[in-house]
T-cell receptor
Framework: GAVVSQHPSWVICKSGTSVKIECRSLDFQATTMFWYRQFPKQSLMLMATSNEGSKATYEQGVEKDKFLINHASLTLSTLTVTSAHPEDSSFYIC????????????FGPGTRLTVL | SQQGEEDPQALSIQEGENATMNCSYKTSINNLQWYRQNSGRGLVHLILIRSNEREKHSGRLRVTLDTSKKSSSLLITASRAADTASYFCATDGGADGLTFGKGTHLIIQP
């Protein structure tokens, strides 16, 4: 089946630093990728929709200047958490649509961000 | 945006028993999906049921969909300890990303 990878798996950083998370579709091309955030013991919340070659669409309440998304190619989307603070600590998961299948999203393994 | 809600929030059963989880949503959908998430891990796609389908099977999983009641159920038969996880339903209304419910935490006791 289709595989989506994320890098890094986990990251611990100091408050004020920026963290970049990569999401790659390994064996298929994804024109659309999604970024989700999951706080402890809560459900996933969609943050933004990332379309290759265009600006990301952010969900209400998500700061686009804080969570920078770049989808430069059909296999890579990046999420940069700028000037991270402890409240940004969360589990970030990306997903990607296989161009050959419009119904199923394939999820990455997630990245756990801890901001000290 | 639409939101799925699962119930119960938590469920503990003995190994070998069947586990049933329910999901309700609010608006029209193209399909509904169920995912499993082990603690601290990413999501694993279990099954997708389209809006024109009423029931679907995959191994020990059985999913039903009632679009008139805007609800779905996930049945896991002959549960195993390895089934212990959180289960989420997610609705797909079109071009947007999935909308997840709050999840059901399932514990299978040996």
């Amino acid at each position: 089946g289709a595989v989506v990878s994320q890098h890094p798996s986990w990251v611990i950083c100091k408050s004020g630093t920026s963290v970049k998370i990569e999401c790659r579709s390994l064996d298929f091309q994804a024109t659309t990728m999604f970024w989700y955030r999951q706080f402890p013991k809560q459900s996933l919340m969609l943050m933004a929709t990332s379309n290759e070659g265009s600006k990301a669409t952010y969900e209400q309440g998500v700061e686009k200047d804080k969570f920078l998304i770049n989808h430069a190619s059909l296999t890579l989307s990046t999420l940069t958490v700028t000037s991270a603070h402890p409240e940004d600590s969360s589990f970030y998961i990306c997903s990607a649509y296989d161009r050959g299948s419009t119904d199923t999203q394939y999820f990455g393994p997630g990245t756990r961000l801890t901001v000290l | 945006s639409q939101q799925g809600e699962e119930d119960p929030q938590a469920l503990s059963i003995q190994e070998g028993e069947n586990a049933t989880m329910n999901c309700s949503y609010k608006t029209s959908i193209n399909n509904l999906q169920w995912y499993r998430q082990n603690s601290g891990r990413g999501l694993v796609h279990l099954i997708l049921i389209r809006s024109n389908e009423r029931e679907k099977h995959s191994g020990r999983l059985r999913v039903t969909l009632d679009t008139s009641k805007k609800s779905s159920s996930l049945l896991i038969t002959a549960s195993r300890a390895a089934d212990t996880a959180s289960y989420f339903c997610a609705t797909d209304g079109g071009a947007d990303g999935l909308t997840f419910g709050k999840g059901t935490h399932l514990i299978i006791q040996p």
